[in-house]
């Protein structure tokens, strides 16, 4: 019986580390790297390559999408003042989300997914209503979770850590990498 097939966006090598595992018992698992919101380059590199190894320890397929910093910045122009966690972080959700909806369409995968709920301040309350939006108006399924429950976040963090896996110390854009610095 074939499993239906998953697009999954992946923000980072942590938040792969366990998810797609999981997943992969219901569904044929693609992850798709897509996060034009990453800043700067050098930071996107050392974040797709940690991708790129979980993929490998997992033997799932990767896809990577474009890196195009400047319609992620055109999409949230006006937002660079708001709180980490505000409205640009869900403008930020929204169109990392749209695209992966859009790809799995493309590709005709059954359902799309994020590992960004993973993370303790990535809130499902946040990301999951966006997902459903995208996914009536792409029409494609998407699959909704709260990955950091039942132990996921640990979970993540403890194979990142085992298999040597990049770790970041910022959410990925320019406006969450200058307030670790205040």
């Given at each position: 019986?074939?499993?239906?097939k998953?697009?999954l966006h992946?923000?980072c090598?942590i938040?792969?580390?366990?998810i797609?595992e999981?997943?992969s018992?219901?569904?044929?698992v693609?992850i798709f790297y897509f996060?034009p919101?990453?800043h700067?380059?050098?930071?996107?590199e050392?974040?797709v390559?940690a991708?790129?190894q979980?993929?490998?320890?997992l033997?799932?397929?990767?896809?990577?999408?474009e890196y195009?910093p400047?319609v992620w910045f055109?999409?949230v122009?006006?937002?660079a003042?708001?709180?980490?966690?505000g409205?640009?972080?869900?403008?930020c959700?929204?169109v990392?989300l749209?695209?992966?909806a859009?790809?799995?369409?493309?590709?005709?995968?059954?359902y799309f997914?994020t590992?960004?709920t993973?993370?303790r301040?990535?809130p499902?309350?946040?990301?999951?209503?966006i997902?459903?939006k995208i996914?009536?108006?792409?029409?494609?399924?998407?699959l909704?979770?709260?990955?950091?429950?039942?132990?996921?976040?640990?979970?993540s963090?403890?194979?990142g850590?085992?298999l040597?896996?990049y770790?970041?110390?910022?959410?990925g854009c320019?406006?969450?990498?200058?307030?670790i610095?205040?």
């Open positions: 019986m074939n499993k239906p998953l697009l992946t923000c090598g938040c792969g580390a366990w797609p999981k997943l018992q219901d569904f044929d693609t996060n919101n990453i700067p380059r050098e930071e996107y050392k974040r390559e991708v790129r979980m993929s490998e320890f033997k799932l397929p990767m896809i990577e999408g195009n400047p055109d999409k122009r006006g937002l003042n708001e709180r980490e966690g409205a640009r972080c869900a403008v959700f929204e990392r749209r695209k992966t859009e790809e799995a369409k493309r590709l005709g995968f059954d997914a590992t960004l993973v993370g301040f990535k499902a309350a946040i990301i999951n209503p997902g459903e996914a009536a108006e792409v029409g494609i399924k998407f909704a979770g709260d990955f950091k429950k039942q132990g996921g976040e640990m979970a963090q403890k194979r850590k085992e040597g896996i770790h970041q110390n910022y959410c320019v406006y969450s990498k200058l307030r610095k205040n």
